[in-house]
């Protein structure tokens, strides 16, 4: 990636609507060479999609918690079948695996507290091979960034 394609990176994380016409000036292209490097942005997996950005507490989502698990069981078939139930659950935006004390870590979103409670009872620990679970409740965001630090100078 060059510096033309660092900066068509970073506008399009920052306004993803941008049209090309517009995101060529920015970048200080003409549109088709623009195009043609989005497309290949595009097909190399460096832009893997667009969407847009919404706010959770309007879509009813106030609640975000942390949830950290460890497993009991580390067997390729447990791991698979954690992971599995992972990605089918909508209230799990994020799930990373770990070093240290837990061995995942879960960003969720929740409508109430009562829901969020559903959602461990009759999901989360009733998966096999939780030996346990903590959480921590987000009470406010000091940052939130969708945008990657993309570097201007030089190529990556």
Known sequence: MDRIDAKIVRALQED???????????????????????????????????????????CGYPI??????????????????????????????????MTGGADYQLRIVAESLDAYEQLVRHTIQRLPGIASIETSFAYGVVKKSRVLPVKLEGAL
Do not use: W
């Open 64 to 97: 975000t918690c942390f949830m950290r698990i460890r497993l009991s069981v580390h067997s390729e078939e447990a791991v698979q079948r954690f992971e599995a139930k992972i990605m089918e659950t909508e209230a799990v935006l994020d799930c990373y695996l």
């Open 16 to 58: 993803g609507r941008l049209t090309n016409q517009d995101l060529a000036e920015k970048v200080g292209l003409s549109p088709s060479p623009c195009l043609r490097r989005v497309r290949n942005l595009e097909a190399d997996g460096v832009i893997q999609g667009y969407s847009a950005l919404v706010d959770q507490k309007a």
